[in-house]
């Protein structure tokens, strides 16, 4: 439930039993007819918590957990408890719990937001659910004369707690965060607020700094960060620049680089393997990044379009395509029509899902006697995806398969395979 207008709490504290997980990972009950949303509980609780309403739907501050549902662990994280950080949602409930309630997400989703009756897959994972992201973003805060890097409480956004330590993410990308604020007095100095991001790449980590105007000691910075090869800024009101780096190969630095990798495999193994399953001698490739799903398909001796809009992501997976296969710049919105027709078309977008001009070429594409046999939709979030599905009624959706690309939160990744309703 998103936050919006400042609501008052109610006086008296009600009980509310929890039934289930919505999207974002609040538990949700009723309490009198309202739909009530209670953050960190567990479905099976019954908790006493004051009411604030929003509309028609009420937000919970839990009081006390009058009976503990047997889905609830212990929290690991010390964060997650002492400092309510806001990075992981449902640390509280076990793994189990926790993919169960994923995969109610996404069925949820597509009945209600697509009226899709689909057969949601059990949850896939690989991999460790601990210790596996290979990338942190942190706010940094300047705090009685030095920084600080922490992440956000989750009742309490304008907050900045110091991190320690995260254990979802892998021991390396903690230990460069390390040596950021060993080297922190050569940030900039002309601003209070900063945002960091650490990616670690195959050599070394990629260090990217979001804000101030000027950044004088960028050079000490770097000297000073031995396992830092690349550093990107993007200073306030400007573009991103490679500011400074010493890695040998040009290699995309700044975005791609997988968060998960364990799972991005599996599931990029899984989804190759089924666009193979349909013997394509074609295949368009929308929102590429680099260029990995493309590479393996081009790779089976499938000519491959690749579309994708970030340059330096183009430059590459041009480097890396074999002759018969391209990578077009651009938007989907915009290229798709001149990729079109193959056999099979695969879509991943970012969180906003698809421009309302991609499903309106596929729904075309569905009826086209040289379209597509398949369409594969990849999607890092259930609402857009439920919400673009219902734009492309042309297309019967066949298998839906969750991934938990982020264990300890509640984000899920979906592959959704549709195929042409004519005929089916
Ligand atoms: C979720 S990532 C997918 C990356 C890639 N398919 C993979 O498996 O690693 C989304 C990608 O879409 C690109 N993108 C965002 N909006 C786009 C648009 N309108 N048209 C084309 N590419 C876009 C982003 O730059 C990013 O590389």
């Known amino acids: 439930m998103s936050g919006g207008r400042v609501a008052r709490e109610q006086p008296d504290a009600v009980e509310v039993t ?37 509309g028609r739907l009420a937000r919970a501050r839990v009081e006390r957990i009058v009976t503990p549902s047997t889905l609830r662990v212990e929290p690991p994280c010390p964060h997650y408890v002492e400092d309510r950080c806001g990075g992981c949602q449902i640390q509280h409930l076990s793994l189990d719990a926790q993919r169960g309630a994923k995969r109610r997400i996404v069925d949820d989703a597509l009945r209600r937001l697509a009226r899709r009756d689909a057969n949601v897959d059990a949850v896939q994972s690989a991999g460790e659910p601990w210790r ?13 004369g030095r920084w600080i890097a922490g992440l956000h409480a989750f009742d309490a956004p304008g907050l900045v707690f110091a991190l320690r330590d995260c254990p979802i993410t892998d021991e390396r990308v903690v230990a460069v965060w390390r040596e950021v604020l060993a080297a922190s007095e050569h940030l900039p100095n002309d601003a209070a607020e ?35 090869v690349a550093l990107w800024w993007t200073p306030e009101r400007g573009r991103r620049l490679l500011l ?17 990798p364990a799972v991005s495999e599996r599931l990029r193994d899984d989804l190759v393997r089924a666009v193979l399953s349909h013997g394509p001698t074609s295949a368009i490739d929308g929102y590429a990044g680099a260029g990995d799903t493309a590479l393996r398909l081009a790779a089976a001796g499938v000519r491959v379009t690749a579309i994708e809009v970030d340059d330096e992501a183009v430059r590459f997976a041009r480097g890396r ?25 695969i879509v991943n977008p970012p969180r906003g899902g ?16 040289d379209g597509p046999r398949a ?26 398969t969750p991934y938990d690309m982020f264990p300890q939160t509640a984000h899920v990744e979906t592959v959704c395979e549709l195929r042409p309703a004519r005929g089916s």
Not at 23 to 52: E, I, K, M, N, Y
Not at 324 to 342: H, I, K, N, Q
């Open 132 to 144: 596996y992201r290979r990338k942190l973003t942190l706010a940094l805060r300047r705090r009685g």
């Open 244 to 260: 400074l780096d010493r890695r040998a190969d040009d290699v995309p630095g700044a975005s791609f680089v997988q968060v998960n």
């Open 194 to 228: 900063l945002r960091g991001a650490v990616r670690l790449l195959d050599e070394g980590a990629a260090f990217a700094l979001e804000g101030g105007a000027r950044w004088p000691g960028a050079r000490r910075f770097f000297d000073a960060v031995t396992r830092v």
């Open 375 to 400: 369409l594969f939709y990849v999607s890092c979030n259930p609402a857009t995806l439920a919400r673009d599905l219902a734009r492309l009624p042309s297309w019967s959706l066949e298998r839906v």
């Open 18 to 54: 929890i039934d289930s997980i919505a999207a974002g990972g609040d538990g949700v009950g009723r309490a009198g007819g309202v739909v009530v949303f209670a953050p960190r509980t567990a479905p099976g609780d019954v908790v006493r918590a004051r009411l604030s309403m929003e």
């Open 321 to 345: 395509l074999p002759d018969g296969s391209v990578a077009l710049g651009g938007t989907v919105e915009a290229r798709l029509g001149d990729a079109l027709p193959a056999d099979v078309v």
């Open 354 to 369: 698809l421009h309302s001009r991609v499903p309106e070429l596929l729904e075309h594409a569905a009826s086209a006697p």
